[in-house]
């Protein structure tokens, strides 16, 4: 079994009397990628924040590759690679002298920088560029620049806040295939938080933060495997009409719009009557069906069921609820 | 014919050298919902700022609701409802009342009014609670409640569902017909490409450019070059180095936990399973599957830098 490198235990850290994380455990391997999910004010760049030692918890213990955080936090960080979404560079700076800038601020000596600054610039494919100013760099290589600093002192774990939120999808691909070949070649351990679905469910772990607790974790094909048969997928129009309509019939627990169709959480044991029902009003109502199917469902479909439930007692969910009755 | 509420022609706008708008002409159709889709710093911000007369155009024009934006911005922000990326709004304030502070700078005082408008957006129960105590997806809604308390026309939502939770998100998309079919139109900027699918027609943007701007089932047709195939192998890049030899192949990608490929559309399913048994990799799946509009921005971006680095050359 590969080793820890990453080891939350019980942390919590409240701000007056907000409660941003409570009581959560949390770990991360070598060749491991955890995806962690969730809404603005979950408490998830609070818990980055303590993970990379940049802020105390209240209780509960961190240990960064064996190291405890509280005890040693020097030699803890220096395990740590850390990359937020709003990272900065120094826009007089060209590549190199970034980058020699966060090797020195790190430790690393002439020797050590100089060798290991090309290496790097060579994995993330800005080798060719490291005369250029910071400032003249394009939004994606900046982005390859950033993974760079965070790179430079060989760190064994990597802390990455929303690398890649609200950037171009070409940088977004590049990014994960660099994210991927490092856990594979050199088995960095990756905590890694996205507003993105598509990214999540590539990840080797996803969490569900919600109000400061991780309120599901799984690897993504296990959790995607308790859902299967029980979603059915609706192609056809207006899917707001079809929405209405399906979420009355029995049997069917949930309706939701995903693009351009309609997803409905249904009990296993109501698929072909449901099916039957919704064939049957699209006659009678007029309303075009193009296709009903079951498919697999997506991390969406679970996050949905997840969020649901854990909203079930407050009053938006009520309301939505009822707006769509 | 139908009333056009947006009107833009060669709208650009520049900061010193660098052009954040670049001659972006559209037309936008009263009761339709258009999404704005492009990363950060694309010019969805800026454009929707020339488009309420916050910000000077550097040349093209544009009218909004029948209003030149640059002799009538006050005509078109009294008819127009901005959500902003970053809404402002005062937490320590309950939601009641930043909602009477900012219907207030509209002249709205009528309480009925201002209680139907918190229905509207669901939020009624939470209207003595300070914003600093709500969630992120009810400020969203009360953002949404400031933006049409003064009965807009035409609504501009920037980013509004940028860090909200999904269920969150898909309630403030219906949230968002439902205002339509109350007679608004709504463009909505978003950088998540599976929510420009709700849209009836969809604009993407990248530096600067409109690219496009169509229906999302026109854009999958017209604009992708061939076929969409989901590929599963082990390992993943190594599939990925294979592929992008396999003759045809115009694009491969990661895709959730596959990949994404893009091919002319004479490749044969059985070319790209050879190619991948051949070279040993495991639990190979290949499935055709239906184009996304994430595979037509990415094929819109590969024509863009073709194009750029020949004029380069």
Not at chain 1, 44 to 56: D, F, I, P, V
Not at chain 1, 194 to 202: K, L, N, S, V, W
Not at chain 1, 271 to 299: C, G
């Amino acid at each position: 079994m590969a080793e820890k490198l990453l080891l939350a235990n019980h942390i919590s850290r409240s701000f007056g009397a907000l409660q941003a994380v409570k009581d959560l455990t949390l770990q991360v391997r070598g060749g491991e990628i955890f995806g962690l999910m969730g809404p603005d004010g979950a408490g998830k760049t609070t818990l980055m924040r303590m993970l990379c030692g940049a802020l105390l918890p209240d209780s509960g213990e961190i240990h960064i590759d064996g190291v405890d955080m509280k005890r040693f936090p020097d030699k803890a960080r220096e395990a740590i690679g850390y990359l937020s979404q709003r990272f900065s560079l120094y826009e007089d700076l060209t590549v190199l002298e970034n980058l020699r800038f966060f090797a020195e601020v790190r430790g690393l000596d002439r020797h050590q920088w100089q060798p290991r600054t090309m290496e790097i610039l060579e994995f993330v494919g800005l080798a060719e560029f490291i005369h250029r100013r910071a400032g003249n760099l394009s939004g994606g290589m900046r982005q390859k620049l950033g993974l760079a600093t965070a790179l430079v002192h060989h760190p064994r774990l990597l802390l990455l806040d929303e690398p890649t939120g609200g950037v171009d999808p070409v940088t977004r691909q590049d990014f994960w295939q660099l994210l991927i070949r490092l856990v594979r070649e050199e088995y960095v351990g990756v905590l890694v938080s996205t507003p993105y679905m598509d990214e999540a469910i590539r990840c080797t772990y996803v969490g569900m933060m919600i109000g400061g607790e991780l309120v599901l974790e799984g690897a993504p094909d296990q959790l995607l495997k308790e859902m299967s048969g029980q979603v059915l997928e609706l192609q056809g129009s207006p899917l707001s009409i079809w929405r209405r309509a399906a979420a009355k019939l029995p049997g069917v627990q949930d309706a939701q719009i995903f693009g351009n169709r309609l997803h409905l959480k249904v009990d296993q044991a109501s698929l072909r009557s449901v099916t039957r029902a919704l064939k049957r009003t699209a006659r009678q109502e007029k309303l075009n069906l193009i296709r009903i199917e079951t498919v697999d469902p997506t991390l969406d479909d679970v996050f949905i069921r997840v969020l649901s439930r854990h909203m079930d007692t407050s009053d938006l969910h009520t309301q939505t609820g009822e707006r769509h009755a | 014919m139908p009333e056009l509420v947006v009107q833009t022609h060669n709208l650009t706008k520049k900061f010193g050298d660098f052009t954040a708008v670049d001659a972006v002409s559209f037309q936008v159709q009263a009761g339709e919902v258009i999404g704005y889709l492009g990363p950060n710093g694309s010019g969805k911000t800026t454009t929707i700022r020339m488009l309420l007369g916050l910000l000077l155009p550097t040349s093209g024009s544009a009218e909004v609701l029948g209003f030149d934006i640059l002799s009538h911005p006050e005509q078109v922000r009294r008819q127009s409802g901005y959500m902003s990326q970053r809404f402002a709004l005062y937490n320590d304030l309950t939601v009641w009342e930043n909602l009477v502070f900012y219907a207030g700078a509209y002249g709205e005082k009528e309480k009925d009014h201002l209680i139907a408008t918190l229905d509207r957006v669901g939020i009624l129960n939470q209207s003595r609670e300070l914003v600093s105590t709500l969630p992120v997806g009810w400020r969203q809604r009360l953002a949404l409640a400031i933006a049409i308390v003064h009965r807009p026309r035409l609504l501009f939502l920037d980013e509004p569902t940028s860090g909200v939770d999904p269920l969150a998100r898909r309630s403030f998309w219906d949230l968002i017909y439902e205002l339509v079919d109350d007679g608004m139109t709504a463009l909505v900027t978003t950088h998540f490409m599976d929510e420009a699918e709700y849209c009836q027609r969809v604009g993407i943007m990248r530096a600067g450019k409109l690219l496009t701007m169509d229906t999302p089932e026109a854009m999958k047709r017209d604009i992708l070059p061939g076929i969409a195939w989901n590929i599963r192998a082990r390992p993943l890049l190594k599939a990925i180095a294979v592929l992008e030899a396999v003759p045809g192949v115009l694009r491969v990608g990661l895709s959730g936990n596959h990949l994404r490929v893009i091919t002319t559309r004479d490749t044969r399913k059985s070319s790209l399973r050879r190619a991948l048994s051949t070279n040993h990799l495991q639990s190979v799946q290949v499935d055709r599957t239906e184009p996304d509009l994430e595979d037509v921005f990415l094929a819109l971006a590969q024509e863009k830098d073709q194009f750029v680095y020949s004029k380069a050359d």
